[in-house]
C-alpha cells in the first residue's frame, strides 16, 4: 500500500531526500557532530525552523485543501509548548531542589511544596496549580501534548462547525478563540506563570552531560523526524478520496453534502488532526527555544502563518514547508540586524524597521499577482504552467533566493 | 520622645515655682481686672505651667470669658505666651533681638518690652494644645469668615471628638450660610453618631441619615460594628456580633486554635519546618532518635523520630492533634463589637444594610452608565466595519490601523493648532478625510482585485494592516503620542458618591448617537444609501438597474474607513495613542459585527450594546481581572453564534443564501 | 404504504413571502414525474425542502418503506437515504479530474475514517470507467472537469448522480445547454431509470416534457394546480391562464 502511495507521490519521495540530505549537512556542519561551521544558535534556529514547517503543513492541510482559513492555529502549537514545557521546568527544578538539598531528606511534600516556590515564586503564590497535577510525569505529559490541544480543537471545531459558520465568520472565530486563550494565559492565576510563561526549557531534564551543542542537534532530528512523517500523513490525507473530498469541500461543501458526505464531520476531523500536528510541533519547537510565553499565542502568531502558507502557496504540501522555512529565515535576517541598511540619498532605511512594511507588502502582491505564491514559480522554473499574463510580479531576486532555499 | 517632652516639662515646673519666689511677687497693679483679664490673672500659674489632666476647666473659663479669648487662646497654642519671672504675669510675648516685646494678654496692646532673662516661654505639649485647639474650635466655628468656618468644619470631619458637639450644636443656630448650615448639621449628625452621650440619641442620628450614600456615613457607622474575635471559657460576653462554632464554614479548627495561641492559652502546634529543624539538630550517628536519616523523607517515621526525642525529654512537646481539638472544644469564640451598646449597633447595622442596597443599586446604574460608554465607543469602532462588510462581505483586517491613523491626525493637528477645542474641530473632519482617502485608495488598488475571494482579502488587508502598523511605528515612534481633551471634557460628571461618567465618555456615547442618525439619514432618505443598500442585498441585480457597484463599493468603503478615523479621534482622547490603539479594538469590534449581523446598522447597535455590557458585566463581577473578563466574553460569544450563527439581527430568506 | 416518498401539507415563507403554502406530493419507487409550473411557483424551493436545504415552517416529509421523517435528517444524511440531486446549474468540482468526481459521488461509505483508508478497487475504477463512457466522457476521464464544456458539465453531473445509486433522483432541468440529440439521449436515460428508480424532473421546456410522457404536477404559487397527464393538465382552464394569463 505505501508502495503505491509513494509511487503515486513521487514529490513525497523527493521531499523526504531532500529533507534527509539537510539534516545530514547540518549534522555534519554543526559543532558536535561535525566540523563545526554551524554554530550552535544556528542548529536551533534551524531545528525551530523545521518544526514551524510543521505547523505550516498543518496549516495548509486546513487551508489550502480544507478552505478553513484558520486564525488559530498558533494556539494549539503554544499549548503543545505548554504541555511539554510543564514537565520540562518540573523535572528540571526537581534536579536542581534536590541537588541543593541539606540535612534531612525531604518528604515527598517537601519536596513537592521546594518544587512550587521554585516555579512560582515569580507569580506570588507557592502552590501547585491543580492543571500541574501530572507535571512529574514524562508520558503523562507527553499524553497532554496531544489531548489538550486535541480536545480544545474538537471542542470548538464540534461548536463552531455544527452551527455551520463558514468564511470570514469562522476566520473571526477562530481568532478569538486564540486570543480568549492568550488573554487567559497572560493572567497570573491562570497556573501557567501568567505573562512570564515557562523558561529555561533549553535544559533537559538527565541530558545536562550532552550539553547543548549535541542536544540542539537531537532536537533537529528530532524535529526533521517528525517534520518528516508529518509530511507523510499529510501527504497520505490529502491523496486519494479523503483529499478529493477536503479539496471539494473547500471548493463547494454544500454540494458535497448532497452527495452524501458529513461535511461537518470532514472539518472536525481535519481541524482536530491539525491541532494535533501542530500541538506535536509546538512540543518540539519550545524545549530548542527555551522559553514560552503566552504572546507567542497571541492572535498574529496564527495569521503569520497563514501568511507563510500563503507565500509559499497553499494547496501544495511542499509550498508551505517553503513559505514557512523561506518567510521565518528571512524574517530572522532582517531584524536579527543582520542585513546590510539600504542608503538612499535622503533615508537609510534599516531593515529592522522596515522588514515588517516590506512583508506587509510582498504579502500583499503575493496575494494579488502570485496566488500560488513562491510554489507557483517551481511550476514556472519548471515550465509547468505558462507565464501569468498579468506580468511576473517576483523579480530575478526572488530567484535567487529560491536557490537559497533549495541548498537548506 | 514622649518621654522627653515629659521631663522638659517637669524640670520647667520645678524650676519655675523656685524662680518665682526668689524675687518677690510685687501685689498686682491696683486696676480691677474684669473678663478675660481676671480669669488669666487669676490662673495665670495654671495657664505658665498647663498639665493635660488639670488644664481643661481653666481652658473652659477662658473659652467663656468673652472678647479676646480666641486671640489668646491662638497665641496659647501658638507658643506666644510668656511669663514674667518676677511675678507670674502673663503676656504675649514677641521675641526681639535682645529680649520680648510685651503685649497685654487680653487686649494685645503694647506694654514695653523686657529682657530675655525677665521672661519665661509658655511652651503648652501637645496635648495641651490640643484641648486648646478644641476649646478654638467654637470660636472658629462662628467666625464671620465664611472660610475659616468652612476650615474648622473640615478639620473637624477629619478628627472630631466629643467635646466639639456641643460647640458645633451651639453654633448652627447663629450660621447664616445655608450651605456651610447644610454642612454643619450633617457634621452634627456623624458626631453624635460616634459620640453621642445617650444610645437614643445616637440611635436618632444614624436614623436621621437614612440610607445616605456618603461616603463619610459608612465611615461613621464602620467603627460601631468593628469586631474583634476573642476567647471565652464561659458564655461570650458584651456585646456579641457572632458567635463562632469552629470547623464551620468561615472558622476552621485551625483557625481556632490559632487564635488560642495567639492569646497565649495554648502551645504552639509544631509546624512541618519546626519538626524539620527540630530533627536536624538532632542528628546523631546519622540518625535521629533511633531513626536512620536516610529514612526520613516518609512524614510517619520524621513523627516517630520526635516522639521519640520528646520521650527523652530533648525537645518540647508540640501540640497532637487530639489536645488541639480538646482546647478547642473547651473554649467559646465569639466576634465581640468593640461598640458595647447592642441598640447602637443594632440601628447602624440596620443602616449600613440599607445603604448597601442603595449602593448596589447605585453602583448598578453606574456600571450600566459604564457599559454604555464602552458599547459607545465599540459601536464606533466596529460601524465602519459593518458597513463595509454588509455591503461587499470583506473583512478588512486594516480597519484598526485606520482608527490609529485617525488618532494620529488628531495628534498631528494639535501640533500645529495649540487649541484644543478647535484642534478637536480640524481634527475630526480631517482624519475623516485622511482615512476615507486611504480606504478608497486601499479599495481601488488591492480590494477590487480580490472581488469573490473573502479569504484571501481578509489576508491582504492584513498585509496592509502590518505594513501600516510598522510605517506608524517608523513614523511617530513606540511611546504614546498625547492627543489632549479640550479643558471643557475635563472631568466628569458626579451624580453621586458611587455615579459618576467622564465628560469625555459622553461626549463619545453622544458621537456615537450622531453617527447612528447619520448613517440612518444617508441610507434611507439618500439616491447612495437607496444604491448601498441594493448593492448590498443583490450586487447582480444591482449591476444591471444601472447601479455601479464598483462605485458604491469604493464610496462604502472610504465611507467606512472614514468613521474609522474619526473614532480614532474619539478614542485618542481617552486612551493613549500609540501604534496599537486600533489593534486593541479590532477584536472587539469584529465581535461587535459577528454579534450583530451583517448589513443592518440596528445589528451593529444591539451587537455593540452586548458586547460591552456583557464585558462590563463580567468584569463586574470578577473585578479583580480584566484579562478574565475578556476571556470569558469571548467564551460566550463563541457559545453565543451557535444559537444565532448570523448574529443577533439577520437577514432572513433568499437573500441570506451563501 | 407504496410511495416512496410523500410529502403533505408543507408551508415554507422567506420574509412573509409564502414560497411553498400547503404542498402535498407522492412518488412510488419506480415512477416518473415532471414538475412544471411558471418562475416562482416553488419548484426549487420544493426540492430544497426534500433534500434538507430548507426547513419548513409546517408539514411532513415521509421517505421510504418505514417511513423515515425526513425533516428530522441533515442534507448529509438525507442522501445517503438515497436521494439524488442534479442541480439547474451544474454544480461538479471544477479543480478535480473526471474521474475523481465520480469516484467521490460512488456509492460507498461517508464517513472519515472509512473515506480515509479507503481503496478503489479494480470493480471500482471499472464503474467509474462505465460510468463515463454512459454519460459520454468516456475519454475525457483524466481531464478536470473545469475544462468541460457546459454540456459535459450537465452529463458529468448526471454520471455523477448515478454513481450515488439513489432511489430517488430529483432532476432540474436537465436539457438546458444540450443539444437536440443529447436531449433524446436524457430522455431516453431518464425514462429507463425511472423503471426501477423514482425520478422527478423539473423542466420549463414542454416539449421535453412530452417525450418523457409521464404524469405531471404543475405547481403555482407554492401549491399543486393540477395534476395527471400532459394532455389532461394542459387542458385544464386555470394552468392555461397561469401560462398564458400574464
Known amino acids: 500500500m505505501t508502495h503505491g502511495f509513494l509511487t503515486k507521490n513521487p514529490s513525497v519521495l523527493i521531499f523526504l531526500g531532500l529533507l534527509a540530505l539537510f539534516t545530514l549537512t547540518v549534522t555534519l556542519l554543526s559543532n558536535a557532530y561535525g566540523v563545526e561551521v554551524i554554530s550552535t544558535s544556528m542548529v536551533k534556529t534551524l531545528g525551530k525552523t523545521l518544526c514551524l514547517c510543521l505547523i505550516a503543513l498543518a496549516m495548509d492541510l486546513v487551508w489550502g485543501y480544507m478552505g478553513i482559513l484558520s486564525l488559530g492555529h498558533f494556539a494549539f502549537f503554544g499549548l503543545g509548548g505548554y504541555m511539554i514545557g510543564m514537565w520540562l521546568m518540573v523535572a528540571r527544578t526537581r534536579e536542581i531542589v534536590l541537588a541543593s538539598a541539606t540535612g534531612l531528606p525531604m518528604t515527598p511534600q517537601e519536596l513537592n511544596d521546594a518544587i512550587a516556590t521554585q516555579i512560582f515564586g515569580v507569580v506570588g503564590t507557592s502552590q501547585m496549580p491543580a492543571i500541574w497535577a501530572f507535571a512529574g510525569s514524562l508520558p503523562a505529559q507527553l499524553a497532554l501534548v496531544v489531548l489538550v490541544p486535541g480536545l480544545l480543537a474538537l471542542g470548538f471545531g464540534w461548536l463552531a462547525f455544527r452551527s455551520r459558520v463558514t468564511g470570514v465568520y469562522l476566520s473571526i472565530l477562530t481568532q478569538a478563540m486564540t486570543l480568549a486563550l492568550a488573554l487567559y494565559l497572560y493572567q497570573n492565576d491562570s497556573g501557567l506563570r501568567g505573562n512570564n510563561g515557562l523558561s529555561g526549557l533549553q535544559n533537559i531534564p538527565g541530558l545536562d552531560w550532552a550539553g547543548q551543542d549535541r542536544l540542539s542537534v537531537w532536537f533537529l532530528w528530532a524535529s526533521a523526524l517528525a517534520l518528516g512523517l508529518g509530511y507523510l500523513a499529510c501527504a497520505f490525507t490529502v491523496s486519494g478520496k479523503f483529499g478529493s473530498v477536503m479539496r471539494a469541500i473547500r471548493d463547494d461543501e454544500a454540494r458535497v453534502r448532497f452527495l452524501g458526505y458529513p461535511v461537518e464531520g470532514y472539518k472536525l476531523f481535519v481541524f482536530t488532526l491539525t491541532a494535533l500536528i501542530a500541538a506535536i510541533a509546538g512540543a518540539l519547537y519550545y524545549p530548542q527555544a527555551g522559553i514560552i510565553n503566552p504572546a507567542e499565542i497571541a492572535p498574529i502568531a496564527s495569521i503569520y502563518l497563514a501568511v507563510w502558507v500563503a507565500i509559499g502557496g497553499r494547496g501544495r504540501l511542499w509550498g508551505a514547508v517553503i513559505g514557512a522555512a523561506f518567510v521565518s529565515m528571512v524574517s530572522t535576517w532582517f531584524t536579527g540586524g543582520r542585513a546590510p541598511d539600504l542608503n538612499l540619498a535622503i533615508y537609510t532605511v534599516k531593515w529592522v524597521d522596515w522588514w515588517q512594511v516590506l512583508l506587509g507588502l510582498s504579502f500583499v502582491s503575493v496575494t494579488l499577482f502570485a496566488p500560488k505564491g513562491l510554489s507557483g514559480l517551481v511550476d514556472l522554473l519548471a515550465g509547468l504552467r505558462p507565464p501569468q499574463r498579468r506580468g511576473a510580479p517576483l523579480g530575478p531576486d526572488d530567484g535567487a533566493l529560491m536557490e537559497q532555499e533549495a541548498r537548506q | 520622645m514622649r518621654s522627653l517632652l515629659l521631663a522638659f516639662a517637669t524640670s520647667l515646673a520645678l524650676a519655675l515655682p523656685a524662680a518665682a519666689q526668689d524675687a518677690a511677687p510685687p501685689v498686682p497693679v491696683a486696676t480691677v481686672q474684669t473678663g478675660l483679664a481676671a480669669v488669666i490673672a487669676q490662673n495665670a500659674g495654671a495657664i505658665a505651667k498647663p498639665s493635660r489632666q488639670t488644664i481643661a476647666p481653666v481652658i473652659a473659663a477662658l473659652g467663656q470669658a468673652g472678647a479676646g479669648a480666641p486671640d489668646f487662646l491662638q497665641a496659647w497654642a501658638d507658643k506666644k505666651l510668656g511669663a514674667r519671672k518676677s511675678d507670674g504675669a502673663i503676656f504675649r510675648v514677641t521675641k526681639s533681638a535682645d529680649g520680648y516685646a510685651l503685649a497685654d494678654p487680653a487686649t494685645g496692646a503694647d506694654l514695653g518690652t523686657a529682657a530675655k532673662a525677665e521672661i519665661a516661654e509658655i511652651k503648652p505639649n501637645a496635648g495641651v494644645r490640643g484641648l486648646i485647639a478644641s476649646a478654638l474650635i467654637q470660636f472658629q466655628l462662628s467666625d464671620p469668615d465664611p472660610k475659616t468656618r468652612l476650615a474648622a468644619l473640615t478639620a473637624l470631619a477629619r478628627d472630631g471628638a466629643a467635646e466639639h458637639l456641643a460647640p458645633l450644636a451651639a453654633s448652627i443656630e447663629t450660621e447664616a450660610d445655608p450651605a456651610i448650615k447644610a454642612q454643619k448639621e450633617r457634621l452634627l449628625g456623624l458626631l453624635t453618631i460616634r459620640f453621642g452621650a445617650t444610645p437614643e440619641a445616637r440611635v436618632a442620628a444614624i436614623e436621621g441619615f437614612g440610607a445616605d450614600l456618603g461616603l463619610d456615613f459608612r465611615a461613621a457607622l464602620n467603627p460601631i460594628l468593628a469586631t474583634s474575635r476573642k476567647v471565652f471559657n464561659e458564655a461570650p460576653s458584651g456585646n456579641v456580633a457572632l458567635t463562632l462554632t469552629p470547623g464551620k464554614p468561615g472558622f476552621s479548627e485551625a483557625e481556632a486554635y490559632d487564635l488560642l495561641v495567639t492569646e497565649g492559652l495554648a502551645p504552639k502546634r509544631l509546624s512541618s519546618a519546626d519538626l524539620r529543624a527540630a530533627l536536624e539538630s538532632h542528628i546523631e550517628n546519622n540518625a535521629v532518635g533511633g531513626v536512620p536519616v536516610t529514612e526520613l523523607a516518609d512524614p510517619g517515621k520524621r513523627e516517630a523520630a520526635y516522639a521519640a526525642l520528646e520521650a527523652a525529654g530533648k525537645v518540647p512537646a508540640g501540640a497532637t492533634d487530639a489536645e488541639v481539638s480538646a482546647a478547642v472544644a473547651q473554649t467559646r469564640f465569639a466576634d465581640i463589637y468593640a461598640e458595647p451598646d447592642p441598640t447602637v449597633t443594632d440601628a447602624a447595622k440596620a443602616a449600613l444594610d440599607a445603604v448597601s442596597l442603595k449602593v448596589s443599586a447605585m453602583q448598578g446604574a453606574d456600571l450600566t452608565l459604564d457599559a454604555l460608554s464602552l458599547a459607545s465607543i465599540y459601536f464606533l469602532a466596529a460601524i465602519g466595519l459593518a458597513i463595509t462588510f454588509g455591503v461587499m462581505r470583506v473583512i478588512n483586517m486594516a480597519h484598526g490601523e485606520f482608527i490609529t491613523m485617525g488618532a494620529y491626525t ?82 466628569a460628571w458626579v451624580l453621586n458618591d458611587i455615579v459618576s461618567i467622564s465628560y469625555i465618555r459622553i461626549a463619545i456615547f453622544a458621537l456615537a448617537l450622531t453617527f447612528l442618525g447619520l448613517f440612518l439619514v444617508v441610507m434611507k432618505r439618500t439616491r447612495l444609501g437607496l444604491e448601498v443598500r441594493a448593492v448590498t442585498q443583490n450586487p447582480s441585480m444591482a449591476a444591471s438597474m444601472g447601479i455601479n457597484p464598483d462605485r ?44 450583530g449581523g451583517v448589513g443592518n446598522i440596528w445589528g451593529t447597535l444591539a451587537g455593540a450594546s452586548l458586547v460591552g455590557g456583557l464585558q462590563k458585566g463580567i468584569e463586574a463581577l470578577n473585578p479583580s481581572n480584566t484579562l478574565a473578563a475578556q476571556t470569558y466574553m469571548i467564551l460566550f460569544i463563541i457559545i453565543f453564534i451557535q444559537f444565532r450563527p448570523r448574529g443577533i439581527i439577520a437577514l432572513k430568506g433568499r437573500a441570506a443564501g451563501d | 404504504m407504496t410511495e416512496l416518498l410523500e410529502v403533505s401539507g408543507i408551508s415554507v415563507s422567506f420574509d412573509g413571502f409564502r414560497a411553498i403554502n400547503n404542498l402535498s406530493f407522492s412518488i412510488g419507487p419506480a415512477e416518473l414525474r415532471a414538475v412544471i409550473g411558471p418562475n416562482g411557483a416553488g419548484k426549487t424551493t420544493f426540492m430544497d425542502i426534500v433534500t434538507g436545504k430548507t426547513r419548513p415552517d409546517e408539514g411532513r416529509v415521509l421517505w421510504g418503506e418505514r417511513s423515515i421523517d425526513l425533516l428530522k435528517l441533515d442534507e448529509a444524511q438525507i442522501a445517503r437515504q438515497g ?56 475519454e475525457a476521464l483524466a481531464r478536470k472537469s473545469g475544462e468541460l464544456s457546459h454540456g459535459q458539465k450537465q452529463w458529468l453531473e448526471i454520471g455523477m448522480l448515478l454513481a450515488q445509486e439513489p432511489r430517488l433522483l430529483l432532476v432540474d432541468e436537465p436539457a438546458a445547454g444540450m443539444t437536440l440529440a443529447e436531449r433524446e439521449q436524457t430522455t431516453a436515460l431518464l425514462v429507463e431509470l425511472a423503471k426501477t428508480h423514482a425520478v422527478v424532473v423539473v423542466e420549463h421546456d414542454m416539449e421535453f416534457v412530452r417525450r418523457l410522457n409521464c404524469k405531471v404536477t404543475v405547481l403555482h404559487e407554492g401549491s399543486v394546480l393540477a395534476e395527471g397527464s400532459l394532455d389532461h393538465v394542459t387542458a385544464n382552464q386555470q394552468v392555461i391562464e397561469v401560462y398564458l394569463g400574464r
Open chain 2, 410 to 491: 488628531g495628534y498631528v493637528v494639535q501640533q500645529f493648532i495649540s487649541d484644543y477645542t478647535i484642534s478637536i474641530l480640524v481634527a475630526l473632519p480631517l482624519a475623516f478625510a485622511v482615512t476615507f482617502a486611504a480606504g478608497v485608495a486601499m479599495e481601488r488598488l488591492v480590494i477590487r482585485h480580490l472581488a469573490r475571494r473573502p479569504l484571501e482579502t481578509l489576508l491582504a488587508t492584513f498585509g496592509i494592516s502590518i505594513a501600516l502598523q510598522q510605517l506608524f511605528k517608523n513614523i511617530f515612534g513606540t511611546q504614546a503620542r498625547p492627543l489632549t481633551a479640550p479643558e471643557w471634557l475635563d472631568g
Open chain 2, 552 to 595: 458604491i463599493n469604493m464610496l462604502t468603503f472610504g465611507l467606512g474607513s472614514g468613521i474609522a478615523g474619526i473614532a480614532g479621534v474619539a478614542i485618542g482622547l481617552f486612551a493613549k495613542v500609540t501604534s496599537e490603539l486600533g489593534a486593541d479594538y479590532i477584536v472587539q469590534s469584529f465581535m461587535t459585527v459577528v454579534v
Open chain 3, 83 to 138: 436521494v439524488g440531486r442534479k442541480f439547474q446549474r451544474p454544480t461538479v468540482f471544477e479543480d478535480q479530474t473526471v474521474a475523481e468526481n465520480l469516484m467521490m459521488a460512488l456509492k460507498a461509505h461517508r464517513s472519515p475514517w472509512r473515506v480515509l483508508v479507503w481503496k478503489p478497487k479494480a470493480a471500482d475504477h471499472a464503474r467509474v470507467e462505465a460510468l463515463a463512457v454512459q454519460v459520454g466522457l468516456g
